[in-house]
Structures are given as C-alpha cells and as structure tokens.
C-alpha cells in the first residue's frame, strides 16, 4: 500500500510539473536546471521508496547498501532508458523497436536484482514477508524506473523541438522586420543625398529642410525600428519626412494630404515600426506621384469605435507596369501581414486592392 501510495504521489507531482502553464515559467526561467533537478527529484523519491520497500527484508548495514546498490544500478538502467533508447529509437519514430528494447531492460534489470540480492544481502523470506512480495516490489520499482525515463526523455526532447520552432518563428519574424526595415530604398536616398549636394552650391531653406527631414528619416530607420513597438507619433513623424523629402525633390507640387483626426491619440497609441510607413511608401511608388500631373495620395487617420483606422487612397498608374506591381501584394504586404499577425491576430482588418477610380490601403486594429 505504501509503495502505491508513493506511485500516486509522484504521478501527481510530475502532472504539475508538467502543466503547460508551470513549465513554461519553469522553463523560460532556467530550462537546463529544471532538466537536471527532474532527474535529482525523481531519484531522490526512489531512494526513499526504495530504502522503505526494503526495510521489510534487511536490517542494518545490509539494508543501505542493498540501497545503494539498487540505485547506483537503476541509475544506469535510467540513463540507458533516456540518453538511448529514447533519442535513437522514440525519437526516429522507431516505435515498436523502442517498446522491444524497453522491455528488454525492463525484464533484465528485474531478474538481475531478483537473482543477486536475496543472494548477495542475505534476504530471509517469511509468511508474512515473502518472495512473492519482493518480486511484485522488483518488477514495480523497474517499471517505474523505464516509465519515467521514458516519458521525461520524450517531453524533453518534445519541448527542445518546440523551443527550435519557437526560435525559428522569432528568427522568420526578425527576418520580416528587417525586409520592412530594407524596404527604404536606397536609390532615393542616394538620389536625395545628390539632390541636396547639387542644392548646396546655392544654399536655400529647401538645402537645409532637405537635410533636416532626411536626418529624422535616418534617425527612425537606425534607432526606432529597433524597438518593439512604438507611437503613431514616431510612425507619422518618419511618414511626412518621407512625404517631405519627396516633396522637395518635385519643388513641392505634389498632391499628397494627410487628414490626422484625434491627434492626442498619438502618444497614447503603439504599433510594430515600419508598418504604416511600409504602407505609405508603397503608395508613393505606386501612384505616380511626380510623374503623372493627376496623381495624388491622400492619408487618414482616425479612432473609429473601439479601433484605430490608418488609411491610404492613392491613384493608380497609367503605366501598365506600374498598375501590375499594384496588383500585386508584394513581399511588402506581406511582411506587414505577418507582423500584424504576431501581435493582433484575430483585433485587425487589413485590406489593400483597387477601388473604382484608385487603389485603397485599409487598416485597422481593435484598441
């Protein structure tokens, strides 16, 4: 009843152990040392049934080092268990080989102790005490033993796989962030460094705004695309530099509006960086603006209900080109789909197709 009870017990502590919730606390914590105490703690607890399963057959001295020995021996049946049998064959989807050579461990572990320790410590078998009831402890406590290396063996590896999918997603996603950070082309500020370089032999205040709205360009690119998260302010800021270092370059003939409703949200709402402006820029390459003399883009932003709105309504090329890439959602949208993915999954509308005399970029995201 005694050894039963200690079963239950440690079923039960390794249930909560292995909670999700638990174990991810527990892991992000220190993984490693929750790993290695599993295994402290489990021998710890067979040490302890152990030593009182077999309390009834020896005395003193006999009893620790019969003790000792059964644990320095299920040590190594444990480690075969978890460090092979595991990885080589559960792992390799090998499973009826791994339920052959667990058995195998498991019917040779318990005649190897039912053959050499009544022999070896001396055991006296009695009515009350007897052989039967050390085989039934035997084949109980080896049992044990392969259950649980098999099962901890399985969730580590279980939870090592995870953890490489959970880092290959952080990975994927940083791989995102960093296309929308690339997706500044650099011809335009190398064709704006030119452009105020040929400005600056003729110093005016176009020169020194060009430079100006240029710095706070390089300034969100380099520093605040590196956060998290930032305000619709900073997102906006780097929206009119662009919108600004464009209309310097067309001698501020183009038609590109911005309507900000609620302007004391700004401070108060985040959201991922480069995402709006992605939107944004893909307008201005898209729409023609400066090429075409009809061409405009007109921005809104707005809280609608319980949700932001950020929308983008820009003419379409005349240019077959030009309205094809428009069709086409490109690896822009798409990283801002996946980024909106990770952070409002299921709180956000995103729409971006041709209207009837334009093209629409919609977002919106639930507060």
Not at 36 to 62: A, C, G, M, R, S
Not at 161 to 188: A, T, V
Request: glycine share 4%; aromatic share 14%; hydrophobic share 45%.
């Amino acid at each position: 009843m005694f050894l039963i009870i200690n079963i239950v017990f440690i079923l039960l502590v390794f249930r909560v152990l292995f909670n999700a919730k638990v174990l991810r606390r527990l892991m992000d914590y220190h993984w490693g040392f929750l790993l290695k105490f599993q295994h402290v703690f489990f021998l710890l607890i067979f040490l302890i049934i152990t030593f009182f399963t077999e309390n009834y057959f020896l005395d003193v001295p006999e009893l620790i080092w019969s003790v000792l020995s059964v644990i320095i021996f299920n040590v190594g049946i444990y480690s075969l268990v978890y460090f092979y049998l595991v990885p080589e064959f559960y792992l390799s989807n090998k499973y009826p080989e791994f339920i052959l050579y667990a058995l195998i461990s498991f019917l040779v572990s318990s005649l190897f102790r039912i053959l050499l320790q009544p022999t070896v410590f001396h055991m006296n078998f009695t009515e009350n005490l007897s052989n039967t009831k050390f085989l039934y402890n035997v084949y109980t406590a080896q049992g044990i033993v392969i259950l649980v290396a098999s099962f901890l063996g399985i969730t580590k590896d279980k939870f090592l796989i995870e953890e490489d999918f959970k880092d290959l997603g952080e990975e994927k996603d940083q791989l995102y962030l960093d296309l929308l950070k690339s997706k500044m082309n650099p011809h335009f500020l190398l064709n704006t460094l030119n452009n105020i370089y040929s400005k600056s032999f003729q110093p005016s205040e176009n020169t020194s705004e060009s430079i100006l709205q240029l710095s706070k360009l390089l300034q969100y690119v380099i520093y605040d695309t590196s956060k998290e998260k930032i305000s619709m302010a900073q997102e906006f800021s780097s929206i009119k530099s662009l919108a600004g270092l464009y209309q310097l370059k067309y001698n501020n003939v183009l038609n590109i509006s911005f309507d900000i409703q609620d302007q004391e949200t700004l401070e108060l709402i985040d959201i991922p960086p480069s995402v709006c402006l992605t939107l944004f820029e893909n307008a201005l390459k898209h729409s023609a603006v400066g090429i075409e003399p009809e061409s405009y883009i007109n921005v809104t932003y707005k809280i609608k209900g319980q949700e932001f709105l950020f929308e983008i309504r820009n003419s379409v090329s005349k240019k077959k080109n030009l309205v094809g890439n428009m069709n086409d959602s490109g690896l822009g949208n798409e990283a801002v789909i996946n980024i909106l993915e990770k952070n409002y999954a299921g709180k956000y509308t995103f729409i971006s197709e041709p209207a009837e005399n334009d093209y629409q970029t919609i977002l919106k995201i639930k507060l």
